[in-house]
């Protein structure tokens, strides 16, 4: 499986939301998963497009 490279800034620019990524750069941004994932799609079609949930600052994490 490949892996995603992560913008280092992503965790100061975007807190508390979703990220589109395609190659190593956030194309789109928002609350919602579902818009996020439609506009990257949009703009690269043929691209894979990586999810992921920015944490906030206070959230906590839980390791099970």
């Known amino acids: ?6 913008p280092a800034n992503i965790f100061n620019k ?7 990524i395609v190659n190593g750069r956030v194309i789109a941004s928002s609350l919602n998963a579902t818009v996020v994932y439609k506009q ?11 999810i992921f949930a920015v944490p906030r600052r ?7």
């Open 40 to 50: 990257a799609k949009a703009k690269y079609p043929h691209k894979k497009v990586s």
């Open 14 to 20: 975007y807190p508390g939301k979703r990220v589109a």
């Open 58 to 64: 206070e959230d906590k994490y839980l390791l099970v």
């Open 1 to 6: 499986m490949a892996q995603t490279k992560i």
